[in-house]
């Protein structure tokens, strides 16, 4: 029976496999954004070694100075180096991203198949993440970060919670379509027991769906710790972040445009790029899509 479908009744159609290379080289979008991840990942996780400073030295005499040789983007109201802070700040957004997004699609996937497998389930589960998503994500978030203690792990799991409603429908609707294809019911009726079919028949189905919405909830995760950040409920206001460093030089962006500016570059291109493989790999993993290319 197949088993590898991506949509049903498109068994051979999938296209992410060796002999269809070529569409990633038609799609400039996948590339692109790509291209543009690797860039932004590789400054951040070099940090040590290209930082020119301790993100954390506070020289007053160099404060507020533009670029120069010495601070290639120029210092802050605290004589701090901006590139070291900006290099230093995407690993927070990185962490954040990448953590945000696994743990909401595992939560999403565990209570979407309960949702979608088992009947009784369906109506309580549902009904609570209805609840959830009642509430928009960022007010749920501060929510949860006025009532905790303000650190890294804190951040993560207060943009997990909201993003995981989302992930709990779409695995829920896959369940729902996937449950009723013949090769689940023939596994059904032979005896085969419910985790096997879901880990051998259901879960390989969801894989390009799921990875294609993980991109775009790591996204949203890097902006909300931002906007977390900037209001001042985020990571802690010594720890370097795109958003700190911005919430720290809105004071002075009259006088010092760039303590905001770069950040903000790296922050957009982050989005962008993840953004950007989030449309590549949908193009690519989805078979209507594909064909076009």
Do not use: C
Not at 111 to 137: E, H, K, N, Q, T
Not at 144 to 172: F, G, H
Not at 185 to 198: D, M, S
Not at 266 to 289: C, H, K, S
């Amino acid at each position: 029976m197949p088993n590898t479908l991506a949509i049903p009744g498109a068994a051979d159609e999938l296209p992410f496999i060796p002999s269809r290379w070529r569409w990633l080289r038609k799609n400039p979008t996948l590339i692109i954004g790509v291209l543009l991840l690797l860039i932004v990942s590789a400054i951040t996780l070099a940090a040590p070694w290209i930082a020119t400073h301790d993100p954390q030295d506070i020289d007053p005499l160099t404060r507020m100075q533009g670029a120069s040789g010495a601070h290639y983007f120029g210092t802050d109201a605290l004589g701090r180096d901006v590139f070291s802070r900006a290099v230093w700040g995407g690993r927070v957004s990185m962490i954040v991203g990448i953590s945000v997004a696994v743990l909401s699609t595992l939560a999403g996937v565990l209570l979407g198949l309960v949702a979608g497998f088992v009947r009784w389930a369906d109506g309580p589960v549902m009904r609570v993440m209805d609840g959830m998503m009642a509430i928009p994500g960022i007010l749920l978030a501060i929510a949860l970060m006025a009532v905790t203690r303000a650190s890294l792990a804190t951040v993560i799991v207060a943009i997990t919670v909201p993003e995981i409603p989302r992930m709990v429908r779409l695995v829920r609707s896959l369940s729902l379509t996937l449950r009723e294809q013949l090769y689940v019911e023939a596994a059904h009726a032979v005896g085969t027991r419910l985790p096997v079919i879901l880990w051998r028949h259901v879960l390989p189905n969801m894989v390009a769906p799921l990875i294609v919405q993980a991109t775009f909830v790591a996204a949203a995760a890097v902006l909300i710790e931002a906007s977390l950040s900037f209001l001042g409920v985020g990571v802690p206001a010594q720890t370097p972040s795109w958003g700190n460093m911005m919430a720290e030089g809105r004071n002075f962006v009259a006088v010092a445009f760039h303590i905001i500016l770069y950040p903000g570059l790296l922050l957009a291109a982050t989005v962008l790029a993840i953004n950007l493989l989030g449309d590549g790999l949908r193009d690519v993993l989805d078979p209507r899509l594909a064909r076009q290319l």
